[in-house]
């Protein structure tokens, strides 16, 4: 038959009580490097800049946006008795 290995680590395992607290900080260096590579991946899709599809897709949503607007205003006029 074969053994079964045990899931538990070897050695000296510590154990926090649930009353210890952990205090997540990270120096400043740590926070600067990952601003740093934050900076650099953001950077980089801006730069791509938006797709023509995209633009277009906008582009046709905005003149669909004003014709309702400017719809809707005669509309009221209309009513109004203007």
Do not use: C, H, W
């Not at 074969?2 to 926070?31: F, H």
């Not at 740093?36 to 023509?52: E, T």
């Amino acid at each position: 038959m074969k053994e079964r290995k045990s899931l538990r680590p070897e050695g000296n395992v510590q154990v926090r009580s649930s009353s210890a607290r952990l205090d997540p900080t990270l120096n400043r260096e740590i926070q600067t490097k990952i601003g740093q590579q934050l900076r650099a991946v953001y950077d980089d899709i801006v730069d791509q800049g938006v797709p023509d599809r995209f633009a277009d897709l906008l582009r046709n949503l905005d003149m669909q946006s004003t014709g309702a607007q400017s719809t809707r205003a005669k509309v009221a006029d209309k009513d109004s008795g203007e």
